[in-house]
């Protein structure tokens, strides 16, 4: 999901909770002799004047007057409680903005008249998703490998370079523990579950604060779920389906796997394939770890935020740059494009309905020689660089 969704769906949820909070102050505004306040969400797409167009999220578009005695209040994004809205300037409010317009039921004329808007500025909802991003980027992202459901700990290998890192994950009464929906692997549809639903194999992301050498971390919120990484050949394409049938490495057997429009479908180009592979084997000018927090935004780098590093190329000028981020960069593909008996790497959902692709990588053959190759996709963060998590 990219950040213009995170925002909407973000400010959306903050809305919706307004539209309770709001009832009570709308009817004691409202004669007897009214029908209830009508009001709806929706995003400003245009001002003219004293009106605004607010395109709602069924797709409605609606004008409104907004007169100079209209109450006009902004929020801070997740805020729900009216009491902290500060006042609001007409001339302050933008397209993009998110807003909760009550309509004046007593007003006449031929334009509904707004009685009072309660809006979420969208440069206030980009800093908060800024803000979170850069939280869960310097968190911990890994897999499971056991769960103390008693005492609240978590242990997650993490990946520093080729090699990984056990990170010790503590939560606490208070932590956000959220879980991927079934067959989905955006973080705005994450639901709240308990500790004991995390397995190891999992991936985890964790926000908090960690120790001092980074070997742990105080978890204040948590989102997790579980995936498939397939490695095989392509059995067959069916584009108007939308499926692949690839013969899985590990299993020896078939696997037909669909893609929505949300899959990422991407190509490592030869000379870079050859180039991770001879990382993951141990070859000359390894990987190491850099800075902390120096991945690439929504990377989610292993290792509380240490890069996946290797060098393209010899010489010290030579640039370096984290695992995630070189796949970020591989050109995009389509489905149409594969085939048969090409290698693929692919990360992927499954649930009642079967196999679902969240990421597809190709040129992946001298991969699948290096003896970590199996372990490469984990690394692979599913936040596709604008780092989902931030929309919690």
């Known amino acids: 999901?990219?950040?213009?969704?995170?925002?909407?769906?973000?400010?959306?949820?903050?809305?919706?909770?307004?539209?309770?909070?709001?009832?009570?102050?709308?009817?004691?505004?409202?004669?007897?002799?009214?029908?209830?306040?009508?009001?709806?969400?929706?995003?400003?797409?245009?001002?003219?004047?004293?009106?605004?167009?607010?395109?709602?999220?069924a797709g409605q578009v609606n004008t409104v007057e907004v007169p100079a005695t209209a109450q006009l209040k902004r929020i801070a994004p997740g805020q729900t409680d009216l009491s902290k809205a500060e006042v609001l300037d007409f001339a302050s409010i933008a397209t993009g903005d998110r807003v909760l317009v009550t309509l004046d039921p007593n007003a006449a004329g031929a334009t509904p008249q707004a009685l009072r808007i309660i809006a979420i500025k969208q440069s206030d909802v980009a800093q908060k998703q800024q803000t979170e991003a850069e939280q869960w980027n310097q968190g911990v992202h890994g897999l499971v490998k056991s769960v103390d459901a008693a005492a609240g700990v978590i242990q997650v290998n993490v990946r520093v370079g080729a090699q990984t890192k056990e990170v010790t994950v503590n939560t606490t009464s208070s932590t956000v523990l959220k879980r991927?929906?079934?067959?989905?692997?955006?973080?705005?549809?994450?639901?709240?579950?308990?500790?004991?639903?995390?397995?190891?194999?999992?991936?985890?992301?964790?926000?908090?604060?960690?120790?001092?050498?980074?070997?742990?971390?105080?978890?204040?919120?948590?989102?997790?779920?579980s995936f498939l990484s397939i490695a095989g050949t392509i059995l067959s394409t069916d584009?108007?389906?939308?499926?692949?049938?690839?013969?899985?490495?590990?299993?020896?057997?078939?696997?037909?796997?669909?893609?929505?429009?949300?899959?990422?479908?991407?190509?490592?180009?030869?000379?870079?394939?050859?180039?991770?592979?001879?990382?993951?084997?141990?070859?000359?000018?390894?990987a190491g770890a850099g800075a902390p927090g120096g991945g690439a935004a929504g990377?989610?780098?292993?290792?509380?935020?240490?890069?996946?590093?290797?060098?393209?190329?010899?010489?010290?000028?030579?640039?370096?740059?984290?695992?995630?981020?070189?796949?970020?960069?591989?050109?995009?593909?389509?489905?149409?494009?594969?085939?048969?008996?090409?290698?693929?790497?692919?990360?992927?959902?499954?649930?009642?309905?079967?196999?679902?692709?969240?990421?597809?990588?190709?040129g992946v053959e001298p991969l699948l020689e290096a003896p970590q190759a199996q372990d490469l996709?984990?690394?692979?963060?599913?936040?596709?660089?604008?780092?989902e998590a931030g929309a919690q």
């Not at 797409?45 to 009106?51: L, V």
């Not at 190329?313 to 981020?325: I, N, Q, V, Y």
């Not at 996709?377 to 780092?387: A, M, Y």
């Open 299 to 362: 990377s989610g780098a292993a290792g509380g935020g240490a890069q996946h590093t290797f060098s393209q190329g010899g010489g010290g000028g030579a640039s370096r740059m984290d695992f995630e981020t070189v796949l970020e960069r591989a050109p995009e593909i389509q489905l149409a494009s594969l085939q048969k008996g090409e290698a693929v790497m692919i990360v992927a959902t499954e649930d009642a309905s079967g196999v679902s692709a969240v990421k597809l990588l190709a």
């Open 1 to 57: 999901m990219r950040f213009g969704t995170k925002m909407r769906v973000t400010s959306l949820v903050a809305l919706a909770a307004l539209v309770a909070a709001a009832a009570p102050m709308a009817q004691a505004q409202t004669p007897p002799s009214q029908t209830q306040v009508v009001r709806y969400l929706g995003t400003v797409t245009a001002i003219s004047g004293d009106t605004l167009t607010v395109k709602t999220d």
């Open 180 to 225: 991927y929906a079934p067959g989905s692997v955006r973080f705005d549809q994450a639901m709240p579950a308990p500790i004991a639903a995390i397995k190891p194999g999992d991936q985890l992301w964790a926000r908090g604060t960690k120790n001092a050498d980074g070997s742990a971390i105080a978890a204040d919120g948590i989102v997790s779920g």
């Open 377 to 387: 996709l984990s690394s692979w963060s599913l936040s596709s660089g604008d780092s």
């Open 239 to 286: 584009s108007t389906a939308s499926t692949l049938t690839v013969k899985d490495l590990a299993t020896k057997k078939p696997v037909t796997i669909r893609f929505t429009a949300d899959a990422q479908l991407r190509r490592l180009p030869d000379t870079m394939a050859a180039i991770l592979a001879a990382r993951l084997k141990g070859g000359s000018g390894g």
